[in-house]
């Protein structure tokens, strides 16, 4: 008897009174239907690769392939979704401030992120690394000129971020918050910045940013 006759016979005794209604049946039909469709020869060949003889080859390849360096970056992803965020100045009675070049278009030297406290930004990266996330400026000493600022760590001025703003006069709409997707800062570097504007004086800005420690 061959295959197809065979499958004929079975089907010939099935009572499908048992099985479910009339509309039952052609709900099930459809749905075989839709199975066979999506089940093609192709996939189906795909799970020839979960033989016991393809699983240890197929597991040294993940294994070359994601490296303990590879699977961290997972880390580095989930921590950029989702982490604990905090401000610098920590209150709302701080202000941190930063200063341009006295020179029109000219940076000032580095210098680092100290609140009105006295409190270095770095000290809050001591023992763990971190990153800024955001820059906000609060209020600009002069509201007709352009602000550029720098941010970098450790001795060698590791670039962090640049950023440019302006006050009112400047723009019709005031750039004031500027998200930052930078280089994580190793723990127990120090931060910098330095900032230029295009007035001949040394313009301020008070700004607070953001940051979340790993």
């Given at each position: 008897m061959s295959e197809a006759e065979d499958n004929e016979r079975r089907v010939a005794h099935i009572d499908y009174s048992k099985?479910?209604?009339?509309?039952?049946?052609?709900?099930?039909?459809?749905n075989m239907a839709a199975l066979l469709a999506r089940l093609t020869e192709t996939r189906a060949s795909y799970?020839?690769?979960?033989?016991?003889?393809?699983?240890?080859?197929?597991?040294?390849?993940?294994?070359?392939?994601?490296?303990?360096t590879r699977a961290e970056y997972l880390d580095d992803i989930n921590d950029a979704l989702r982490h604990k965020t905090y401000i610098?100045?920590?209150?709302?009675?701080?202000?941190l401030t930063l200063t341009a070049g006295q020179a029109a278009d000219e940076f000032g030297t580095w210098a680092s992120l100290i609140d009105s406290r006295s409190t270095n930004f770095s000290s809050l990266i001591a023992t763990?690394?971190?990153?800024?996330?955001?820059?906000?400026?609060e209020e600009l000493s002069n509201e007709?000129?352009?602000?550029?600022?720098?941010?970098?760590?450790?001795?060698?001025k590791v670039h962090l971020t640049s950023q440019r703003f302006a006050g009112s006069g400047k723009f019709q709409n005031p750039d004031n918050h500027?998200?930052?997707?930078?280089?994580?800062?190793?723990?127990?570097?120090?931060?910098y910045y330095r900032m230029k504007s295009n007035t001949a004086v040394a313009d301020t800005a008070i700004v607070h940013i953001r940051y979340h420690i790993h």
């Amino acid at each position: 008897m061959s295959e197809a006759e065979d499958n004929e016979r079975r089907v010939a005794h099935i009572d499908y009174s048992k099985l479910a209604s009339a509309t039952d049946m052609a709900t099930l039909v459809e749905n075989m239907a839709a199975l066979l469709a999506r089940l093609t020869e192709t996939r189906a060949s795909y799970l020839d690769e979960l033989a016991a003889a393809n699983l240890p080859t197929n597991i040294d390849s993940l294994l070359t392939r994601l490296t303990e360096t590879r699977a961290e970056y997972l880390d580095d992803i989930n921590d950029a979704l989702r982490h604990k965020t905090y401000i610098f100045p920590g209150d709302t009675d701080l202000t941190l401030t930063l200063t341009a070049g006295q020179a029109a278009d000219e940076f000032g030297t580095w210098a680092s992120l100290i609140d009105s406290r006295s409190t270095n930004f770095s000290s809050l990266i001591a023992t763990a690394p971190g990153h800024i996330t955001v820059i906000q400026q609060e209020e600009l000493s002069n509201e007709n000129t352009r602000y550029m600022v720098e941010l970098a760590y450790g001795v060698a001025k590791v670039h962090l971020t640049s950023q440019r703003f302006a006050g009112s006069g400047k723009f019709q709409n005031p750039d004031n918050h500027a998200r930052i997707f930078g280089p994580e800062i190793p723990a127990g570097e120090s931060v910098y910045y330095r900032m230029k504007s295009n007035t001949a004086v040394a313009d301020t800005a008070i700004v607070h940013i953001r940051y979340h420690i790993h």
